[in-house]
């Protein structure tokens, strides 16, 4: 029975609190009351709370797209994730594309020029797929999980202890207006002690709040070691598919210059190197026609001179034969031109080397 009791007037003092904060709350709305003001420092550091969880949120769900752009795929994640269950493990759509690429040479016939071209292709885009999962994997645990953590936790905990410090508040200004409105020399002492507590315990709520929300510097330097860390990771993935497709480049340029159809009948276009400077040139011209007039006025000029010019290389470039210069990209070179040399080459000089390189790969200096 006294167990009841205490229960009752539990009940009924919660009702009456929260009656007198919804009162409260109700008035300030309606300017009928006066409502006690944060300190300007907590107030920043409120603001900066709820920036950091606005933009947190938005980099993580977009980061997330990034890795996976199939809806689908990332609800059947999310859903095993919440399972605590391991979803199945699926081919993603680079090792999906490899397996039909093999698939298809093995059809066609790996001797064929088609088919074996398929074949290196396809593993190729295998190995992508798997430098894929990597960055996912990586990002996940390195990035996404950090970002997560301070919105299902960190976040959470500082939204529960503002919440706390907002009822505070309208304790202590629901008291300041009861004792307002006290006439009486007791109703008033009830009241003074009244203001008194809840005065104290609104400061211990709002030194607990601001400790919570200083934290925040804390949390951005964390997250920006978890961001360098993603970025290597994305480094990591997009050196790894450039060596993959530069092998492959190499690997698909042995093949003969005309192809043999998978009839066995002789084509009679040759198909060009994706190095040739023609194509290179042409492509060129295209995408840059006001870049490129340039370049071809400042090569014509160096042409009809007997001077030499600085020039940056512009792409790599492999000599087919002993009187072309190999190039890397971004080194700096002397070019010059010779009496009857080809309109597309000038001669190439890095220090005791030399030979012929092509205009098309090179970006002439002041």
Known sequence: ???MDFNVKKLAAD???FLSRAVQFTEEKLGQAEKTELDAHLENLLSKAECTKLWTEKIMKQTEVLLQPNP???IEEFVYEKLDRKAPSRMNNPELLGQYMIDAGNEFGPGTAYGNALIKCGETQKRIGTADRELIQTSAINFLTPLRNFIEGDYKTITKERKLLQNKRLDLDAAKTRLKKA???EARAASEQEVRITQSEFDRQAEITRLLLEGISSTHAHHLRCLNDFVEAQMTYYAQCYQYMLDLQKQLGSFPSTFLSNNNQSSSTPVQSVSSPSVLASASASLTSVSNSIVTSGISELKSSSGSRK???LYDYDAANSSELSLLADEVITVYSIP?????????ERGNQKGKVPITYLELLN
């Open 1 to 3: 029975m006294n167990i």
């Open 15 to 17: 009702a009456g609190t």
């Open 72 to 74: 689908n795929a990332r």
């Open 183 to 185: 006439k009486v020399a």
């Open 311 to 313: 020039a940056r290389v």
């Open 340 to 348: 009857g040399m080809d309109s597309d080459w000038l001669m190439g």
